[in-house]
């Protein structure tokens, strides 16, 4: 049984840091493409990053570019994110999501095949 568990979340002012967790079990880590995903109040879910199985390819959803870095460790088989100059409107529930298909389509929900359960990040101005 594959499971996903995020921590890392919390409550934090505009400009703080935050480091997101995700640890993987039940399945090979190492072969699974990794995505990160937000939902804000009222919002649809949407792409943050993802990273590749290798973690030798990152991608960004534009409102992130810049200040959030996705990076995996294949031993630990976990995730991460990387969340700096944080804004108030990356307030939202994080989720982490996993897949060992295809990779084509990283920013669509549709392409993986596990999810996390979430975890709360609030930013403050």
């Known amino acids: 049984q594959v499971q996903l568990v995020e921590s890392g979340g919390g409550m934090v002012q505009a400009g703080d840091s935050l480091r997101l967790s995700c640890a993987l079990s039940?399945?090979?880590?190492?072969?699974?493409?990794m995505g990160w995903f937000r939902r804000a109040p009222g919002k649809e879910r949407e792409f943050v990053t993802a990273?590749?199985?290798?973690?030798?390819?990152?991608f960004y959803a534009d409102a992130v570019k810049g200040r959030f870095t996705i990076s995996r460790d294949n031993v630990e088989n976990a995730v991460y994110l990387q969340m700096n100059s944080l804004k108030p409107e990356d307030t939202a529930v994080y989720y982490c999501?996993?897949?060992?298909?295809?990779?084509?389509?990283?920013?669509?929900?549709?392409?993986?095949?596990?999810w996390g359960q979430g975890t709360q990040v609030t930013v403050s101005s």
């Open positions: 039940g399945r090979i880590f190492s072969n699974a493409a």
């Open positions: 999501a996993a897949t060992w298909g295809a990779f084509l389509y990283y920013t669509n929900p549709g392409t993986y095949e596990y």
């Open positions: 990273i590749n199985w290798t973690g030798q390819r990152t």
